[in-house]
């Protein structure tokens, strides 16, 4: 599958995915920043933003569709960045094929299973009545009774078209049956990624916890951890800055160990 890309810049390749729910223009600040010194390619994951449609999200078919996408634009070798699920699907990608991502960085993920912590968002999103003229103000009150946070709402309603007839941009029914994959990590007996890879969380989230590193280095055996100052789950949009500049670091120098503000 090819999916949709948005470019900027140029140097060498180095490409963003989005996490569950999001999409390409999540990053819009964080490419911003890095287009002078890299060659910058968001992507829409499958069933989110303006890419394809599919039934599987499986992070070996969503890895293949990365992959194919690279290929066809010429962007390989690669710098692979990836956010929650898309670190997921950064990770699978570079333990499917090694030769094809130069530099890997997770944001905020491990290699394990995670309780299913977005299946109320999820069924609150289904739940909201897509009729005529549906407002922006009525979505995110029907959202509240799940959602508490209005930041947490905003995101999730960015995926909701407005208007006269009001529907989904991403394949939410698609989503809602793969949760449980997407939740999980498939298993990767045999499988290893050699190259430089950087494993950044937010200061305050606790996605990735001492107990995951054996995990993560069974599997990326040169993984180096930092954290990021003023940002929780979503780094990149908590302290844009601050992640900019380990990206930027870790493209041109290699991975720090210094936490960054």
Known sequence: MILHAAESGEGPPLVLLHGLFGQAANFGTVQRLLAAKARVIALDLRNHGASPHAPGMSYAEMAADVLETLRARDALPCTLAGHSMGGKVAMRTALQAPEAISRLLVSDIAPVRYPPAF???????????????????????????????????????????????????????????????????????????????????????????PEHRPA??????????????????????????????????????????????
């Open 216 to 261: 993560i280095r069974a599997l990326f055996p040169a993984a180096r951890f930092l954290a990021v100052k003023a940002a929780g789950h979503w780094v990149h949009a908590d302290n844009p800055t601050g992640f900019a500049a380990v990206m930027e670091a870790f493209l041109h120098v290699g991975p720090t160990a210094s936490t960054q503000g």
């Open 119 to 209: 299946r109320s968002y999820a069924e609150a999103m289904a739940a909201i009545p897509l009729r005529p003229g549906l407002s922006r103000a009525e979505a995110d009150a029907a959202l509240a009774a799940v959602v508490e946070a209005p930041g947490v709402r905003a995101f999730l309603l960015q995926n909701l078209r407005f208007g006269v007839t009001p529907a989904w941009r991403i394949d939410l029914a698609a989503i809602t049956v793969a949760l449980s994959g997407i939740e999980d990590w498939p298993p990767a007996e045999g499988l290893s990624y050699p190259g430089p890879a950087l494993f950044v969380s937010g200061a305050r989230s606790d996605y990735i916890r």
